[in-house]
């Protein structure tokens, strides 16, 4: 599948890998792709990324990885994802799948960050509101990358993943690109105003992370 | 142990049953203990439940049973439990530790309800802020009433529940009873800033139980 991921970071980065070994083709987007050798936040440079792909990785503008991808990742900081889909012209691409696994998160007052979304903000939501040519799903923005791409490194893979959305199809999509990366347990919440559960969520993730002092960790859901 | 619980609906009938059980000294505390044959939101009235204690159950004022606990629980709705704390004359019953259990929930708007929890809102700082005197450890604010005291009906009790407070002995004292419930998995989150991470995450339970059509549930933290 071709597949355009917004955002260059971690997140980004492990799940362009990821995807890229599944065979998928990936173009990862990024503000200025002119600068591969800058650092990127807690990832490496993406000259590395695309050394470590076997060079089958692609680096792009925003603009370009939302046009090449017939599914698209919002893997941005969730401050700044409605603008960077917006210098991506994703109202432009016309219908396509969004998978948003982005997060809003305050650390101007240290660690850990405050998770800043509420009933009345939720980013998902937000996302799909901006850009109503997509078919907005929420999911993965409540495990850290590492995780994501490797659920079974953790207690075999016996946890869950959620997915929100509005469109029935698209959230399974997604939830077949989740089965793909070994997730077992793909829980649908409902509709995109499902998202404020996982997103504040994040609050009690980094409070988690804190607690045991490992971000390899996440919840199964018991019913 | 002598426990005075704040509260008279479903969570304070459900512990005060399990407490009373278990060989404490209950009293459970109500806005007018005269009316014993009113229904408690969703819980039945508190006739009934002295009766199903084998009237080993006591009701009386928030102050009576403030004043007679050497432990308190709170068990209001959320919205409601800060007043209800003055009520009890809280502040002047010296150091106890005070379980908090509460939520805010926003049902104005429909099902599900709204969780009000936010990085600036958490009823538990709130609590403790206006308590000093108390040592106050946010519980069971995650977990529905009847789990909240079997938690081995459920999966056989692999799940997990959390404690957020300022004082170690009054964590370790309230982990000590949840352990008498059955509670295998107890995780300390930190001090009582921590509770936002668990008030935070009442958003995803109500999803989780929208989703899944059961409030038998619960998260198991996997690490």
Same mark, same amino acid.
């Given at each position: 599948?071709?597949?355009?991921?917004?955002?260059?970071?971690?997140?980004?980065?492990?799940?362009?890998?990821?995807?890229?070994?599944?065979?998928?083709?990936?173009?990862?987007?990024?503000?200025?792709?002119?600068?591969?050798?800058?650092?990127?936040?807690?990832?490496?440079?993406?000259?590395?990324?695309?050394?470590? !792909?076997?060079?089958?990785?692609?680096?792009? %503008?925003?603009?370009? $990885? &939302? #046009?090449?991808?017939? @599914?698209?990742?919002?893997?941005?900081?969730?401050?700044?994802?409605?603008?960077?889909?917006?210098?991506?012209?994703?109202?432009?691409?016309?219908?396509?799948?969004?998978?948003?696994?982005?997060?809003?998160?305050?650390?101007?007052?240290?660690?850990?960050?405050?998770?800043?979304?509420?009933?009345?903000?939720?980013?998902?939501?937000?996302?799909?509101?901006?850009?109503?040519?997509?078919?907005?799903?929420?999911?993965?923005?409540?495990?850290?990358?590492?995780?994501?791409?490797?659920?079974?490194?953790?207690?075999?893979?016996?946890? !869950?993943?959620?997915?929100?959305?509005?469109? %029935?199809?698209?959230? $399974? &999509? #997604?939830?077949?690109? @989740?089965?793909?990366?070994?997730?077992?347990?793909?829980?649908?919440?409902?509709?995109?105003?499902?998202?404020?559960?996982?997103?504040?969520?994040?609050?009690?993730?980094?409070?988690?992370?804190?607690?045991?002092?490992?971000?390899?960790?996440?919840?199964?859901?018991?019913?």
């Amino acid at each position: 599948m071709k597949i355009g991921i917004i955002g260059s970071g971690v997140v980004a980065q492990t799940l362009g890998a990821k995807l890229i070994e599944l065979g998928h083709d990936v173009v990862l987007g990024t503000r200025d792709p002119a600068k591969l050798d800058e650092k990127k936040g807690m990832a490496g440079p993406l000259r590395e990324w695309i050394a470590k !792909t076997g060079k089958k990785g692609k680096v792009a %503008t925003f603009q370009e $990885a &939302a #046009a090449h991808g017939d @599914l698209l990742f919002n893997a941005t900081n969730g401050q700044a994802s409605v603008e960077a889909l917006k210098l991506a012209a994703a109202d432009k691409v016309g219908t396509k799948v969004l998978i948003d696994t982005g997060n809003e998160l305050d650390v101007r007052k240290g660690m850990p960050p405050g998770a800043l979304a509420s009933q009345s903000n939720c980013l998902g939501e937000r996302i799909q509101a901006a850009f109503p040519n997509l078919k907005v799903v929420k999911s993965l923005n409540t495990i850290g990358a590492p995780v994501m791409v490797a659920p079974q490194a953790l207690a075999g893979g016996e946890h !869950t993943v959620f997915v929100s959305g509005n469109d %029935t199809a698209a959230k $399974a &999509a #997604a939830a077949e690109l @989740l089965k793909s990366f070994g997730w077992k347990d793909v829980l649908d919440l409902g509709d995109i105003s499902s998202a404020r559960g996982p997103e504040m969520y994040m609050a009690m993730w980094l409070r988690l992370w804190g607690a045991t002092g490992t971000g390899m960790l996440n919840i199964k859901v018991v019913r």
